[in-house]
């Protein structure tokens, strides 16, 4: 298992994928900020040691209990460009949107969605809170294990654009690890979305990263930029598991997704002994028939979904699987390039955050002058398919693959906060985290190292008709994946802890006033109690 035990603390707790993130996120809880505020420094700090993963120009989402109670949800994601119809991309003799460069690229939602965080509850300045990061950009970081992997992976499009050449391949060759990578003019951006974040949105940036999509030939209007700038809290959607309420982000996050087999396991996973292979089949086949309905029905401007967790649709669904009736095959799945964080304050406030550039270094495009790297949203989200409520059309947001979450008892009181990033992985890999928490009593780090599976194919864009598999690690034994086996499952045997995902999850013991917490040891994280 974990070979850190949880991390405890009876004031405050942060947990990143990173140390660098986590300890500017325990210092301003240390300084009297509150989990909003944390969690915004640990944001733009992972831009710095994240660089793969997450950025200026990515998208954003967070879920926020408050003290009394209630939950809210931020959702920063943007619209393609105005131009991008169907009959576009059919012009340009496209199949599928690129997943490099400009044609890949939606508004970023990430700006507007931590300028509301900011303004829905933040105590300190963005300047104040962002400071760290801008000193860490202007005298450089060192390079990690991570980055100069994510580096090698796509080094031939860091090469082709100066603004990432610039930082990533000093004199053409890759970084070292321990290399330490200054980037100024993300510094220089960075201090001026701290002075305002709309700034982002209208303005002489705008203006800069419009014409150079445009020139790259994406067929931007401006005016969409422009609409990416409203950001407001909504609602959390919410189902019951377990006797406990898991709250979720709304379109167009899969965060429904989550709740969706939530329902189709809840009083079946919990009566089978821990990660048995009926209780691998169930949540498999659940995960399935989340990604099945997904591609067949959901978008992010209509409301499927809602009827997909009606009552009766559950009960239908909950049937096939007791039956084990297989869905059918549908689009491939990736892991994603994300990265999250989880904060909970002395008050009980708690924020689960997860941001992203889609996948490894976005679209490997930078606006020129400003060290901002733009997402590839657009690619890996939006389908060129005639007539699909998620085909590409201007003023539609594709579907997301981010989602984040926050578990209480009926009475509002706070149990649980967590994420994982991991593309179509993080639907599945959350309701396992839950079903941890919940079934079987597992502690923060136990959950988020315990042995995952995953299924294949989920929902992504970019490739059709793979086959069926359920990929999982090889700490799941033996003759449990011969059970599964037995049970018509097509088993992919990973390395020990080669699922990916970097999970991240604080517990609360509210009888003894006790945090504990965890981050993914598949990654480099850490939680630190304040």
């Known amino acids: 298992m974990n070979p850190r035990p949880a991390t405890l603390s009876t004031g405050g707790m942060v947990s990143s994928s990173h140390p660098a993130a ?7 809880l240390m300084d009297g900020g509150n989990a909003i505020d944390a969690t915004l420094a640990m944001a733009a700090m ?16 967070a879920v926020v209990r408050e003290p009394d109670g209630s939950v809210w949800t931020i959702g920063g994601s943007g619209f393609g460009p105005d131009g991008g119809d169907l009959a576009f991309y059919e012009s340009q003799g496209l199949r599928s949107i690129p997943a490099d460069g400009a044609l890949a690229v939606t508004v970023p939602g990430a700006p507007a969605a931590l300028g509301a965080l900011h303004a829905a509850g933040a105590t300190r300045s963005l300047t104040a809170l962002w400071a760290p990061a801008i000193r860490a950009a202007e005298r450089g970081l060192p390079c990690s294990a991570k980055t100069r992997g994510d580096v090698r992976e796509v080094q031939d499009a860091i090469a082709a654009d100066a603004g990432l050449r610039s930082v990533y391949l000093p004199d053409g060759r890759l970084p070292q690890v321990g290399e330490v990578l200054p980037q100024r003019e993300l510094a220089k951006s960075i201090r001026a979305l701290a002075r305002d974040p709309r700034s982002f949105y209208k303005g002489a940036f705008a203006e800069k990263a419009v014409e150079a999509l445009c020139a790259a030939g994406a067929p931007f209007s401006g005016d969409e930029w422009v609409a990416g700038a409203e950001v407001h809290p909504e609602a959390a959607i919410s189902g019951i598991y377990a006797g406990a309420v ?36 169930r949540m498999a086949s659940a995960a399935r028939m989340a990604f099945q309905d997904r591609l067949a029905h959901c978008g992010s401007d209509n409301d499927a979904w809602k009827a997909l967790l009606e009552p009766e649709a559950i009960g239908v669904a909950r049937g096939h699987l007791d039956r084990r009736v297989a869905p059918t095959a549908m689009i491939d799945a990736r892991d994603g390039d994300t990265t999250s964080t989880v904060a909970v304050d002395s008050e009980g406030r708690a924020v689960s955050f997860i941001h992203s550039l889609a996948f490894t270094f976005g679209s490997k495009m930078t606006v020129p002058g400003t060290g901002v790297l733009l997402n590839n949203r657009w690619a890996r989200g939006a389908y060129l398919i005639p007539g699909h409520p998620n085909a590409a059309a201007p003023r539609r947001k594709p579907l997301h693959t981010l989602n984040a979450w926050v578990v209480t008892d009926t009475s509002g009181d706070l149990l649980h906060v967590g994420n994982t990033p ?11 985290l839950i079903s941890h928490l919940l079934d079987h009593g597992l502690d923060p780090a136990e959950a988020v190292s315990a042995p995952r599976f995953t299924v294949f194919p989920g929902s992504d864009a970019d490739v059709i008709g793979r086959p069926l598999e359920l990929r999982c690690e090889s700490r799941i034994s033996e003759q449990v994946r011969d059970e599964l086996e037995e049970l018509g499952h097509d088993i992919s045997l990973q390395a020990p802890w080669g699922a990916e995902g970097s999970a991240q999850i604080i517990s609360v013991d509210n009888t003894r006033g006790l945090l504990s917490g965890a981050a993914d040891p598949r990654q480099e994280g850490i939680a630190l109690g304040a």
Request: proline residues 9%; charged residues 5%; glycine residues 14%.
């Open 22 to 28: 986590s300890t500017v996120g325990v210092r301003v």
């Open 46 to 61: 992972t831009w710095l040691t994240l660089p793969g993963q997450c950025g200026i120009g990515g998208d954003a989402f």
């Open 246 to 281: 898991i709250h979720q982000t709304p379109l167009p996050t899969p965060g429904w997704m989550v709740l969706q087999q939530a329902a189709l396991c809840d009083a079946v996973v919990g009566f089978w002994p821990w990660l048995n292979a009926p209780a691998i089949d």
């Open 422 to 432: 991991g593309g179509d992985g993080q639907v599945q890999w959350n309701m396992q």
